[in-house]
């Protein structure tokens, strides 16, 4: 089918169709087409939703050119890679990931160091089934002040944790997580993983938080925490190098180690007062396995008893939850400092790790993997310290970075790695972002490479809520999708 779409005079390029997605196959005899030469991403996406073409309504595409995503006409294409309008063009096309657009931001005292989102599509809200109750849609912020917050998704503070004095953080805290809709736990430097009854009566009463559970076996900052809802697990890595394994429950948490509790090695004179007396207990498993500090763990999307650490160290490792060992070791190339597991629907997750050399790898933790590096995105300019995968699909994320970003990944989108540009120097392959965003707090100021002032430290991505992003310029930020032009894959408003 080489007739031209439309009858208006100029240059036209012949372009063929191509798609692995099953439900937006073309037939066979609509593939080819002669589109005009300036024509862009939407354009090409307004072609294919006519009733001509896939008549699907109104589905956003994006278009791949030998493994990149288009962002100039097509002859501005072809102009760049010295070929000629006569060239029969492939363009791949695929569902669009909707840019992120600025939304609102939420002020706080001090730096956050984490966020969660509790909304009937996140994790939280899946574990708590009928229990949630939408209209309670609910962000999580967790700050170096050593208070967590809760708010709704106008912005509004609903509660406020308790301080030291009444049974919470003597710390700052650096990681926090809905475990279902009427419970969160969170970690800090104070080297405690603590539990919380999270009570929302909505509109007819005052949110309360009320800790239940301090849980002590880490020596030193515990950074990183995992909940898994149904099985009220929790999975901490600390700065001491250990990994550790908890209970939600206090029933099925066993005794604390003495030596470790808060007090221990306090004068009577010198103790923390509290007003409230809160139990605890220990590790269901801690395991010393890291030689540096450990960073992050999170929990295999397909079978909870089954984990996955990252370290100073360079090492990924494999962890066996039903015994507390490690059953895989990965060496990569630089300090490991954020991981996220992508969930893939033909087997094991793929790993993505933050580095300290400001890129991310891609790992598949199968032993049977034939090379360990699967992929490396670069494009930050500092560290990256949050990932978060699209709820969505199984083939981009989120990353946020001290360079003061957060930039989203199409796996998609990919090509050949030149020297050095790959983890370990040699072949694999490459995809840069697809959006970048900054801190809405910098708009107008001197942009600094190195992040200084807006620096990212947490990252969600949630289906309704939008990007949930926290960071050193103290606020919790919300970008959420929406469909427009897009020349250059970049948004700075």
């Known amino acids: 089918m080489d007739e031209p779409m439309n009858d208006a005079p100029g240059a036209q390029v012949k372009v063929t169709f191509t798609t692995n997605e099953a439900d937006l196959q073309l037939p066979e005899e609509k593939r080819q087409l002669l589109v005009p030469a300036d024509i862009r991403r939407y354009g090409l996406s307004r072609i294919l939703n006519s009733d001509l073409m896939l008549d699907s309504g109104s589905i956003p595409f994006d278009f791949l050119v030998n493994g990149s995503f288009l962002r100039s006409s097509l002859e501005d294409y072809l102009n760049s890679e010295g070929l000629s309008l006569e060239t029969n063009l492939t363009l791949q096309y695929v569902r669009s990931l909707i840019p992120p657009v600025f939304e609102a931001s939420f002020e706080h005292d001090d730096w956050v160091s984490s966020v969660d989102a509790l909304t009937a599509t996140s994790p939280a809200g899946r574990w708590s089934g009928e229990n949630f109750s939408r209209g309670q849609e609910r962000i999580l912020s967790a700050s170096y002040d050593g208070l967590l917050r809760i708010w709704n998704a106008s912005g509004e503070v609903l509660v406020t944790a308790p301080s030291a004095s009444h049974g919470g953080h003597s710390a700052s805290i650096k990681a926090a997580k809905f475990i279902s809709s009427t419970q969160i736990a969170s970690t800090g430097m104070d080297r405690s993983v603590r539990v919380w009854k999270y009570t929302d009566p909505g509109a007819s009463g005052q949110a309360e938080l009320k800790p239940t559970l301090e849980l002590y076996g880490h020596r030193a900052s515990v950074d990183s925490l995992e909940v898994h809802g149904p099985s009220k697990r929790i999975l901490t890595a600390s700065a001491d190098g250990s990994v550790a394994l908890w209970s939600a429950s206090k029933s099925s948490s066993p005794e604390a180690d003495a030596s470790l509790l808060p007090n221990a090695h306090t004068s009577k004179r010198r103790k ?222």
């Not at 989108?413 to 370990?424: I, N, Q, T």
């Open 272 to 493: 923390v007062a509290s007003s409230v007396t809160t139990p605890q207990r220990g590790p269901l498993f801690l395991m010393q396995i890291h030689n540096a500090p450990a960073t992050a763990a999170v929990f295999d999307p397909r079978d909870h008893t089954v984990g996955y650490s990252v370290s100073q160290d360079h090492t990924v490792k494999t962890l066996d939850l039903t015994t507390g060992s490690v059953v895989a070791n990965l060496t990569l190339s630089h300090s490991l400092l954020s991981l996220c597991a992508i969930p893939r629907s033909n087997g094991a997750p793929l790993l993505a790790v933050g580095t300290s050399a400001r890129h991310i790898t891609l790992v598949d933790p199968r032993a049977s993997a034939a090379t360990t590096s699967v992929m490396t995105l670069r494009g930050h300019t500092n560290k990256v310290v949050a990932l978060a995968a699209n709820p969505e699909n199984e083939y981009s994320l989120v990353s946020g970075s001290h360079d003061g970003t957060c930039r989203i990944w199409d796996l998609r989108s990919v090509r050949p790695a030149s020297g050095g540009e790959s983890e370990g120097g040699v072949g694999g392959n490459v995809s840069e972002p697809v959006y970048v965003f900054e801190r809405e707090s910098r708009q107008g100021k001197k942009k600094s490479v190195a992040g200084e002032g807006a620096k990212v430290f947490g990252v969600v991505w949630d289906r309704e809520l939008g990007i949930l992003s926290g960071g050193e310029d103290k606020k919790v930020q919300v970008n959420r999708g929406e469909e427009r032009e897009i020349v250059r894959g970049r948004l700075y408003p």
